[in-house]
């Protein structure tokens, strides 16, 4: 059928050439730090399950207690007939969780940070992003119709200079903990530079949520802000808390802006009730066990000791994300490789994800490593970096 597609097969190719092409692995276990693949056993180095709860046996016996009570389904969008009891509970309990008026549910990360740009601007009004932000924060930047400007990553003094002469309403959006670098956002400053400009902030604390913070109640948490500082809050569920689906947390008025004028969560179906129990099991295993944070940072800081005695380059990350900086995007494809065929799955990470010339490996830990782990994984990269030598 190439006949009928000869310039997007002509593109694939030159995808292919740059060392950009993308595929997918059949994983054929449940997810962890062990994973099966293909037939083969490895141990896994690329999950966003940081405190290991995706497969937890409470998290698991919650979803299925909540399936005999509410079935597969949710059966409509929350504003019809799909808004459970389950989801109501769980908003309460992440609004509790994060300090705030409220929460809403959103069935993914991505339509959580469309729908909230685009429902708080409109083409009258600016919105101010960092340069490294998700994918789903630029996009929900651009489609909302307001005046786009990117800052210099975590600089506020450009940000600043860009917001002299912004008119009509003025949302910041950033990151909380970078999800390609493992670097924080600062948030504090942020937050200063935000009420000197009678600016909005928005922060998606997608990899700080249940990981950064005493608590695990993320960024916000770590730099001792609250809702008035950081007005706009939005987690996702499927990586710290380990199932599936975001929210956005704020005051009353937001909320209630967002059920009101939020498309992404008017018209799409509520996410199944089932999950939102197993997120309700998974939150009160996020706040009550601390030792998963304390391990994720022992971790760490082991790996970083290694690769650093290795000679490799890190990035400065302080989470549970450890980046190894490649640059050329097919050695790190290479390496990719050589690590899956020596029994560890970690993912090369390539441009249009992170800029060109900055490919990286990007290595992620779980609660559920071990420091033996680490270890393999160090001796791994000592012996194919020696072979490319």
């Known amino acids: 059928?190439?006949?009928?597609?000869?310039?997007?097969?002509?593109?694939?190719?030159?995808?292919?050439?740059?060392?950009?092409?993308?595929?997918?692995?059949?994983?054929?276990?449940?997810?962890?730090?062990?994973?099966?693949?293909?037939?083969?056993?490895?141990?896994?180095?690329?999950?966003?399950d940081y405190l290991g709860l995706a497969n937890h046996a409470d998290v698991v016996n919650a979803f299925k207690s909540g399936a005999d009570q509410y079935g597969v389904g949710s059966g409509s969008a929350h504003l019809i007939c799909g808004h459970s009891a389950a989801h109501h509970a769980l908003e309460e309990e992440l609004a509790a969780f994060t300090g705030r008026d409220r929460a809403l549910l959103f069935s993914t990360g991505y339509m959580a940070n469309m729908g909230v740009i685009s429902a708080l601007l409109g083409r009258n009004d600016a919105v101010f992003e960092d340069r490294l932000n998700h994918a789903s924060l630029l996009d929900g930047g651009l489609m909302s119709g307001a005046r786009f400007k990117r800052y210099v990553h975590a600089n506020v003094a450009d940000l600043g200079t860009k917001l002299e002469n912004a008119a009509g309403n003025k949302l910041i959006v950033t990151d909380g903990v970078f999800s390609m670098d493992g670097d924080f956002a600062p948030l504090r400053e942020l937050a200063v530079v935000a009420k000197n400009h009678n600016a909005w902030l928005m922060v998606d604390d997608a990899h700080g949520l249940g990981v950064v913070g005493e608590r695990g109640g993320g960024i916000v948490e770590h730099y001792g802000l609250n809702q008035d500082d950081v007005p706009v809050l939005m987690g996702t569920l499927g990586k710290g808390l380990g199932t599936f689906g975001a929210f956005v947390a704020g005051s009353e008025v937001l909320i209630e802006t967002l059920i009101q004028k939020a498309r992404t969560y008017i018209y799409t179906t509520a996410l199944p009730a089932a999950v939102a129990e197993a997120t309700r099991a998974s939150l009160k295993i996020a706040i009550e066990e601390n030792w998963r944070r304390d391990k994720l940072k022992q971790l760490s800081e082991r790996f970083r000791l290694g690769a650093d005695q290795l000679g490799l380059t890190l990035m400065a990350s302080p989470s549970a994300i450890q980046p190894i900086l490649i640059g050329d995007s097919q050695t790190a494809v290479d390496i990719s490789t050589a690590l899956l065929d020596a029994g560890f799955l970690v993912s090369a990470i390539r441009p249009p994800t992170v800029p060109q010339g900055s490919a990286r490996l990007r290595v992620t830990f779980s609660a559920l490593h071990e420091q033996h782990h680490v270890d393999r994984l160090l001796d791994a990269l000592t012996k194919i970096i020696a072979g490319r030598m």
């Open 1 to 48: 059928m190439v006949h009928l597609f000869p310039e997007l097969a002509a593109g694939l190719e030159d995808i292919a050439q740059q060392g950009l092409y993308r595929s997918r692995r059949i994983i054929e276990s449940p997810q962890g730090i062990n994973l099966k693949v293909n037939g083969r056993n490895i141990v896994n180095f690329c999950s966003n």
